[in-house]
């Protein structure tokens, strides 16, 4: 089945212990991002990767890190997480390249982080 | 960062209602998407819109690219119970693989 799947699906922390949320995609994408998702902002894109070793800040970077070495996998990393940063969170994936395509992004499940 | 104006924010209908929202930006896209997200879950795609003035549709789902490329509308006809969700908004433009969100519009239909 083709998805997207986020790891933990939920996770509860404390201020400045390093995690990192994993995102893995089955089918064969070449873009991947990741959004977080507040209540009344909608959701909001963090980092994006156009291909492996390729990635770019999306609208709220900040505190956040990511990484691209392998076509499937996208982990998103809290260095020194901070309760701001309790949010919901998603990865998606699409084709990428210049076709329409590239716009229909699969998501997946949300990690629901929590950092007190 | 910058964001996309939905409204309503949220809608109360009843089943076989139609309904209407609408997205607004300060900037133009040449891509316009549609979005639910049903709870617990992320969101799904539902409409893409290419062309200002387009307007395309998904079974009981009818979307529009605004002529300025500042806007765009969603129309839902006849609604039914399994609408209820939150619907998002999203634009870019071409050449960049950034991605704005709307607020999102929170249906909820009573039956």
């Known amino acids: 089945e083709a998805q997207v799947t986020q790891n933990p699906r939920y996770l509860i922390t404390v201020t400045g212990k390093k995690l990192t949320v994993t995102c893995s995609q089955n089918?064969?994408?070449?873009?991947m991002s990741w959004y977080r998702q507040d209540p009344g902002l909608g959701l909001r894109q963090i980092y994006y990767s156009m291909n492996v070793e390729v990635t770019d800040k999306g609208d709220v970077p900040e505190g956040y890190k990511v990484s691209r070495k392998e076509k499937r996998n996208f982990p998103l990393i809290l260095e020194s997480p901070s309760p701001n940063q309790t949010s919901l969170y998603f990865c998606a994936s699409s084709s990428g390249g210049t076709s329409a395509s590239r716009n229909e992004q699969f998501f997946g499940p949300g990690t629901r982080l929590t950092v007190l | 960062g910058q964001q996309l104006n939905q409204s309503p924010q949220s809608m109360f209908i009843q089943e076989g209602e139609d309904v209407s929202m609408n997205c607004t930006s300060s900037?133009?896209?040449?891509?316009w998407l549609w979005y639910k997200q049903d709870p617990g879950e992320g969101p799904v795609l539902l409409i893409a819109?290419?062309?200002?003035?387009e307007l395309t549709s998904n079974g009981r789902l009818t979307a529009q690219f605004g002529i300025t490329r500042k806007d765009s509308f969603l129309n839902i006809s006849a609604s039914i119970p399994s609408d209820v969700g939150i619907y998002f908004c999203?634009?870019?433009?071409?050449?960049?693989?950034?991605?704005?969100f709307g607020t999102g519009t929170r249906l909820k239909v009573l039956a």
């Open positions: 089918m064969n994408h070449e873009y």
């Open positions: 819109l290419y062309k200002a003035g």
């Open positions: 900037s133009i896209f040449n891509t």
């Open positions: 999203a634009g870019t433009t071409s050449g960049t693989y950034k991605y704005i």
